[in-house]
């Protein structure tokens, strides 16, 4: 699988794994100007070592949903265009804002994702959205969001099955969510994302 241009496979601290040039955020092992991209602490990076073909690439303008903190956005700025990072909690909104501080093409959104209309007016079309959220409804969102993605653009999405229902079978959930997803895009593929995150779902899916 061919990775996004600036994502690659590097020895640091004589372990090798995926790693993108930027300032350290989470306490990720460095080597020079070059970071490690923690699997464990990112859904997209267990994607991405898992050889999952996410379609994403070198300077796409992305849209990312349920940006947090900022650990995992901070890698796709690494490497993407203008990146419109959404979150709605304050707390961890004060930790991205600081991580945009060096990140010029990083723009955070305190918003909610499931409510895209309130940022509509500030995202431009994107070829990209990258969404992790922990909330009910998670296809859902991503159909909601579809109207910022270019026709020909590519959906990343980890779908949470414990976020949905801790009493279901995960893959019911994922069932569920996959046909709703189907609504609006076509599903190109999907994987667990196991051992990095439990009950987790990697989907890559286009516009219809």
Same mark, same amino acid.
């Given at each position: ?11 640091? /601290? ?6 993108? @040039? ?13 970071? @490690? ?20 690439? /070198? ?6 949903? /349920? ?5 995992? #956005?901070?890698? +796709? ?27 010029? @093409? ?7 994702? @499931? ?10 079309? +994107?070829?990209?959205?990258?969404? $992790?959220?922990?909330?009910? /409804?998670?296809?859902r969102v991503a159909v909601e ?5 270019? $026709?020909?653009?590519?959906? #990343? ?15 019911? +959930? ?35």
């Amino acid at each position: 699988m061919t990775l996004p241009e600036g994502v690659e496979h590097r020895s640091i /601290g004589g372990e090798t794994g995926l790693a993108t @040039r930027g300032d350290p955020v989470y306490g990720e092992p460095t080597d020079g100007e070059w970071r @490690r991209w923690d699997p464990h602490r990112s859904k997209l990076g267990a994607m991405l070592t898992k050889d999952i073909d996410t379609g994403l690439a /070198g300077d796409d303008t992305v849209l990312y949903l /349920g940006a947090a903190s900022g650990t995992t #956005v901070s890698h +796709v700025v690494d490497f993407a265009g203008p990146t419109y990072a959404v979150e709605f909690a304050a707390r961890p909104m004060r930790d991205l804002l600081s991580v945009a501080e060096s990140r010029d @093409r990083l723009f955070p959104l305190l918003k909610d994702v @499931r409510s895209p209309e309130t940022y509509a007016h500030v995202v431009e079309p +994107v070829d990209a959205i990258v969404q $992790d959220v922990a909330t009910r /409804g998670q296809a859902r969102v991503a159909v909601e969001n579809r109207q910022f993605l270019h $026709d020909d653009g590519q959906l #990343v999405l980890a779908i949470k099955a414990r976020s949905e229902d801790v009493t279901r079978d995960p893959e019911a +959930v994922f069932q569920d969510a996959i046909e709703t997803l189907e609504e609006t895009y076509e599903i190109l593929a999907t994987e667990r994302l196991e051992p990095y995150h439990d009950d987790h779902l990697a989907v890559v899916a286009q516009p219809e």
